[in-house]
């Protein structure tokens, strides 16, 4: 999958009034992120980081032909993996509370949520109940 450009909450590209904004930190953490990721066996397929008051961050990966995402809520302070559904949607893998304290922090939140996943025999297991 391409790169994604980066999505805006409450507002759009160009629309901020203070000029001398730099790039949202989670944009920032997008390399050290992808090296963990990668670090824990998975294809990085896209990177996005969402500007605006809580911030937060979404990754779509790949391992072993099945599709995931790795997602950051700022507002909830929720790390949360969930693998593809075959019908549509998501199924929750794994999800942890991590407070941002930086990106030490994610990245080992990261590698503990994505061994976790390693740890699971069938990830998709709720698929075949799913229907």
Not at 80 to 96: D, F, I, T
Request: glycine residues 12%; hydrophobic residues 35%; negative net charge.
């Amino acid at each position: 999958m391409a790169e994604q450009p980066v999505f805006w909450l409450g507002s759009g590209p160009g629309k901020s009034k203070d000029k001398t904004s730099e790039a949202p930190e989670a944009e920032r953490y997008e390399p050290a992120l992808r090296d963990a990721c990668k670090d824990c066996g998975y294809e990085v397929d896209d990177y996005v980081a969402a500007q605006g008051g809580f911030g937060g961050w979404l990754v779509h990966l790949e391992r072993d032909g099945l599709q995931y995402r790795l997602f950051w809520s700022g507002k909830t302070n929720r790390l949360s993996l969930e693998s593809a559904h075959s019908g549509g949607g998501w199924n929750k893998v794994a999800a942890n509370d991590v407070e941002d304290e930086g990106l030490p922090v994610f990245v080992e939140a990261v590698k503990i949520l994505l061994g976790k996943s390693n740890d699971s025999n069938n990830l998709n297991s709720r698929d075949k109940a799913d229907g």
